[in-house]
Every structure is written in structure tokens, then in C-alpha cells.
């Protein structure tokens, strides 16, 4: 690490803070769980998301990645998948909005769920991993060690970025969900909106190209 200036970081950190920051189905899904089920499940997802994200670290330093790119048919057939799941979880939104409101507590929903989904938002993203393929090479400093070795060190540090900037997310999110779970229509035009949120984003990953 001490191949590299204190501009290579200062450039690498910032655009990691923006990058985790900007929305997506990653960051809609984290705050979905925040806002309807509590804290608890929103860093349960946030998790999850993260362990998907790794998976597509691992993929762009052993070089993976790049046969997605170039694979038009693998290609399309994870954004698909993506993009069907996420469908899937706006309509499963809007039919939770016709429920009785859940308690924050441990029993609502199962963990194991809410971590394997975020585990599926964030793998099922071809977008993700072209990004990171696009990205990270771009911080690959000759002579500081092998390429595959850093392109792991960057897309660890950019979720080690998340754990930073995402967990105050999850918790304003709790907070404001708390105070708005007496009220039944809040609580059911914010189910809506996620749901409708879902549903965009899987219908923008549908019709993305690379």
C-alpha cells in the first residue's frame, strides 16, 4: 500500500464515497428493510448486499468479469435474473402494504431471507460487475504488485467505504420508520413507494445495455 500517493487515495476514497451513496437496487433494498422492518433487518440487509458485493470483487480480480462483459448471452442472462428479481420484490412491496403493519422486532421476517435476497440484489447485477471491471483498473499502479492483488485490495476497501457510510443510513431510516408505523396510510403509501421503486429499477436493469 505504500506504492501509492496520497492523490491516488485521496481520488480512489472519494469516488468509493460517491459510488456508495449514489441510489440503486443495492441502497433501495437495504433501506426498504430499514424503513419497514427495523434497524435490525436493515443491517442484516446491508450485509447481505455487502457479501454480494464481494462476489463481484472476487470476479474482477480473477478476471471474470471481463467475460461478462464481452458475453453478450451471460450478459443478458444475469440482467435478466436481476431484473426479475427485483420485480418480484416491488410486487412483493405493494401486496405487503395491504398487511397489518410488522413490529421491529427479531421474529419479523426471517434474517436468513433478508440476507440471502441481498445477497441475490447485489450478485444479480451485471451492472455492478461491469462497473467494477471499468473501475478498479483505473487504480492499478504498475510495479505496485500484481494486477489481480489490487484490484482485490480496491473492491475490499470500497465496502470497507460502505461500512462506513451505510450503517447512519440504516439508522436515520429506522428512526423515521419508527415514528411513522402508528400511522397506517404512512405506512402503506411507503410500502407502495418502495415497491413502485423495485419496480423501476428492475425495469431499467431490463433495458440496459452495457
Given at each position: 500500500?505504500?506504492?501509492?500517493?496520497m492523490t491516488?487515495?485521496?481520488?480512489?476514497?472519494?469516488a468509493?464515497?460517491?459510488?456508495?451513496i449514489t441510489?440503486?437496487?443495492?441502497?433501495?433494498?437495504?433501506?426498504a428493510?430499514s424503513?419497514?422492518?427495523?434497524?435490525?433487518?436493515?443491517?442484516i440487509?446491508?450485509?447481505?448486499?455487502?457479501?454480494g458485493?464481494?462476489?463481484?470483487?472476487v470476479?474482477a480480480a480473477?478476471?471474470?468479469?471481463a467475460l461478462?462483459?464481452?458475453s453478450?448471452?451471460?450478459f443478458?442472462l444475469?440482467?435478466?435474473?436481476?431484473a426479475l428479481?427485483?420485480?418480484w420484490?416491488g410486487?412483493?412491496?405493494?401486496?405487503a402494504?395491504?398487511?397489518?403493519?410488522?413490529q421491529a422486532?427479531?421474529?419479523?421476517?426471517?434474517?436468513r431471507?433478508?440476507f440471502?435476497?441481498?445477497?441475490?440484489?447485489?450478485?444479480?447485477n451485471?451492472k455492478?460487475a461491469?462497473?467494477?471491471?471499468?473501475?478498479?483498473?483505473q487504480?492499478?499502479?504498475?510495479?505496485?504488485?500484481?494486477?489481480?492483488?489490487?484490484?482485490?485490495l480496491?473492491g475490499c476497501?470500497?465496502?470497507a467505504?460502505?461500512a462506513?457510510?451505510?450503517p447512519p443510513?440504516?439508522?436515520?431510516?429506522?428512526?423515521?420508520?419508527r415514528?411513522?408505523?402508528?400511522?397506517a396510510a404512512m405506512?402503506?403509501?411507503?410500502?407502495r413507494a418502495?415497491g413502485s421503486?423495485?419496480?423501476?429499477?428492475?425495469l431499467?436493469?431490463a433495458?440496459?445495455?452495457?
Open positions: 500500500m505504500f506504492s501509492y500517493s491516488h487515495w485521496a481520488t480512489f476514497l472519494t468509493a464515497v460517491l459510488l456508495n441510489p440503486g437496487p443495492d441502497m433501495a433494498y437495504v433501506l428493510h424503513l419497514r422492518r427495523g434497524r435490525r433487518a436493515g443491517f440487509a446491508m450485509g447481505g448486499v455487502w457479501l458485493a464481494f462476489v463481484h470483487v470476479l480473477l478476471g471474470l468479469s461478462l462483459a464481452s453478450a448471452l451471460a443478458a444475469v440482467k435478466y435474473a436481476g428479481y427485483l420485480l420484490l410486487i412483493q412491496a405493494w401486496r402494504s395491504a398487511d397489518p403493519m410488522p422486532t427479531a421474529e419479523s421476517g426471517s434474517a431471507s433478508t440471502g435476497r441481498g445477497v441475490l440484489v447485489a450478485a444479480l451485471p455492478v461491469v462497473f467494477f471491471l471499468a473501475f478498479l483498473p487504480f492499478v499502479v504498475p510495479g505496485a504488485g500484481p494486477v489481480g492483488a489490487q484490484l482485490f480496491h476497501l470500497i465496502i467505504v460502505a462506513l457510510v451505510e443510513m440504516v439508522w436515520f431510516a429506522a428512526t423515521v420508520a415514528r411513522m408505523r402508528a400511522n405506512q402503506r403509501w411507503l410500502d418502495l421503486l423495485f419496480i423501476a429499477l428492475g431499467r436493469l433495458t440496459a445495455s452495457r
